[in-house]
């Protein structure tokens, strides 16, 4: 057995032993299909989480990286946490409600959603948040169905790399389409673009 190989099969039964919780599951799940990436000169540990996806809490946890140095030519073992399935309906999604808006305000509009998962008010999986009734109009007309562009898939990375440093947003919308008024009952606490964003 390749050494390679066998630092991920030590490294994946010591996270089924220690059971890590992570907001899209725990680590012992995320590390079936892991990748692997060699660290390039110039790269972060950030720059990695956002091109894959992954949360860099979770990211430096599976490679015990407290300190966040990436040093070159170091294979980074890359978890897998969310299914290219979700992502790719999450960036529709995104693509769909916060097209021709700042590419931040696309990033806040996948983290929404993220952060509904961890609540207790809504589903607890991508596709049920997104399906939940009456929720996200590009569900109702349609548009939800048409695929996404590469900035809404970049911001989707982004979004699941940040998760848990950002805000808490769980609603948005844009005052100068939506008219109403429980919208306007909620705390903004961010404006982006045409968006607002509340809790």
Do not use: C
């Amino acid at each position: 057995m390749k050494l390679s190989a066998l630092l991920t099969v030590i490294i994946s039964l010591s996270v089924i032993v220690l059971g890590i919780a992570f907001p899209f599951g725990t680590i012992s799940k995320a590390s079936n299909g892991a990748k692997k990436h060699v660290i390039k000169q110039g790269e972060s540990i950030w720059d990695i989480a956002k091109q894959y996806g992954v949360p860099i809490g979770t990211l430096k946890e599976v490679n015990h990286n407290e300190n966040n140095v990436a040093e070159p030519g170091k294979t980074l073992i890359i978890p897998h946490v969310m299914s290219e399935n979700d992502k790719d309906l999450l960036a529709r999604l995104v693509h769909a409600e916060a097209k021709g808006e700042p590419y931040r305000g696309k990033v806040e509009v996948a983290g929404v959603v993220l952060n509904r998962l961890d609540s207790n008010e809504f589903p607890d999986t991508i596709r049920e948040v997104i399906y939940q009734k009456n929720q996200f109009s590009p569900v109702g007309d349609g548009s939800i169905n048409k695929a996404a562009g590469a900035d809404a898939k970049r911001a989707v990375n982004e979004a699941i790399a940040i998760h848990g440093y950002t805000n808490d947003a769980l609603y948005f919308w844009n005052p100068s389409i939506s008219d109403s008024e429980w919208m306007k009952q909620l705390e903004v606490i961010k404006i982006i673009g045409g968006h607002h964003f509340a809790i």
